[in-house]
């Protein structure tokens, strides 16, 4: 596969790279080893002092790195300066938070006085998605950093600039040369990293085909791997539901980053009694939600990340439409050049189809109709994914019994789904295993060791 930044505005290429050899990433991997060595030993106060000033070149170049993913997968500039500075937000998180996440436990077991410790233990691979080119890269690196191992980034190949440029901030940040690299690699040679003595484990954000591919590679060479994969998020609304908050939310959901996101609404499964209601206030915000270049700073919604991102999703909507689904807004490409697809809503596509079943990666909503409470929450699980998911009833009480029945990894209640740092991220089924952020993401990379004296 091409490693190259191909502008989804134009369709043309405007950067290539050549790969790194097998020699040039082996001695990437060397270095980043050596690093370890000395960078496993330093204080909690430093390793915070150290992201605390990444945080800082995080927010000052901001504006570069919103200008960057526009030019390579089409971010609008308000949503990718907004994503660099949640980025920076997870670097303050884990510089006031991460050394007592990982302190020492004392504890007296049989009479003898024991200690659970958290060590570093090497290095870890990150394989990650074009969708979010900064802030899925750091919400790794910086708790990876933070527990004292050091990090490899292989990024998407559509996002290069990016991913150099995230190597080039750490090198100008006060962090040691080589405890983060980027290697310009394909996907044949992941493998091979994976192999390496000094690489302890792997986390990748991508396709559930992708998530296979790499954690069966991690099982053979018996290395830890944290799966962030695909979803299909219900959204379920409620008769007694605040229609308009959730219609705004929900078209909001569905639009962001182009409906490029796993955590975005994607199932709309509505109460018959207000289903009607709702499609007309969802069409309402959907179809004004402004699309455009995205270097236009009123644009909320810009191209898709590429030309084939986009025939993916027109072969998607055929299969939806050819199952029995009906068109209510968008659903045709606009005249003129990017990679754009409107909003869409698409109504009555059978719920058991194999349409109304994937996911589907673009500003497209699927809506389905539940007859009761009870319907809808068994809708909802009835997937083969459990990303996220959330309940829309103006019954909090309710809303929380009903969000502990849905079977994902983050689910709310009358709010937009979104991941934060004090929370673990992460799915079950076929979006993954394993968990991001918060304590847990701390410590799936670390060796839980427990020390006694006899």
């Not at 199952?323 to 009555?348: C, K, M, Q, S």
Request: proline residues 5%; aromatic residues 8%.
């Amino acid at each position: 596969m091409a490693i190259q930044s191909t502008n989804p505005m134009t369709g043309k290429v405007e950067k290539k790279f050549t790969e790194l050899s097998s020699a040039e990433t082996s001695s990437i991997l060397a270095s980043v080893a050596d690093a370890f060595s000395t960078w496993k030993s330093t204080s909690f106060e430093h390793r915070a002092d150290c992201l605390r000033n990444l945080a800082a070149l995080l927010r000052e170049r901001a504006d570069h790195f919103a200008e960057l993913m526009a030019a390579e997968m089409g971010k609008p500039l308000k949503s990718g300066r907004a994503e660099v500075l949640k980025s920076a937000t997870v670097c303050d998180f884990y510089a006031d938070n991460g050394a007592a996440m990982l302190a020492s436990e004392p504890k007296i077991v049989d009479g003898m006085q024991c200690s659970v410790e958290y060590a570093p233990m090497g290095s870890v691979l990150a394989v990650m998605p074009w969708n979010y080119p900064v802030w899925q890269v750091l919400r790794i690196a910086v708790p990876t950093l933070m527990a004292g191992n050091t990090m490899l980034l292989k990024h998407a190949p559509n996002v290069p600039q990016c991913a150099l440029a995230i190597e080039e901030l750490f090198c100008e940040s006060i962090f040691p040369e080589n405890v983060f690299r980027t290697l310009i690699v394909g996907t044949e040679q992941v493998e091979d990293v994976l192999a390496d003595d000094s690489v302890i484990g792997v986390c990748l954000t991508g396709s559930v085909r992708a998530g296979r591919a790499v954690a069966a590679l991690a099982g053979a060479h018996l290395k830890r791997s944290v799966m962030e994969l695909g979803g299909s998020d219900a959204f379920v609304v409620l008769a007694d539901a605040d229609l308009d908050k959730a219609a705004a939310t929900g078209a909001e959901s569905r639009c962001s980053n182009a409906g490029q996101a796993c955590i975005a609404a994607k199932r709309f499964i509505v109460h018959n009694d207000v289903y009607d209601e709702f499609i007309g206030k969802l069409k309402e915000r959907m179809e004004s939600v402004p699309m455009g270049s995205p270097l236009d700073e009123n644009t909320v919604m810009g191209p898709m990340a590429s030309h084939q991102f986009r025939d993916n999703l027109l072969f998607q909507v055929e299969s939806c439409l050819k199952a029995g689904g009906r068109i209510v807004l968008g659903g045709e490409v606009p005249d003129g050049e990017g990679a754009f697809y409107p909003p869409t809503i698409i109504t009555d596509v059978p719920f058991e189809s194999d349409a109304g079943r994937d996911e589907i990666f673009g500003p497209v909503a699927l809506v389905f109709r539940a007859d009761s409470e009870e319907q809808a929450m068994e809708m909802a699980n009835d997937s083969a994914f459990g990303l996220g998911g959330s309940v829309w009833t103006r019954d909090e009480e309710k809303g929380l019994r009903l969000a502990r029945q849905i079977e994902a990894g983050l689910v709310y209640v009358n709010g937009r789904v979104s991941s934060r740092p004090p929370l673990p991220f992460g799915g079950v089924k076929n979006s993954g295993y394993g968990r991001e952020l918060s304590t847990y993401g701390i410590r799936e990379f670390v060796n839980v060791k427990s020390v006694c004296i006899g």
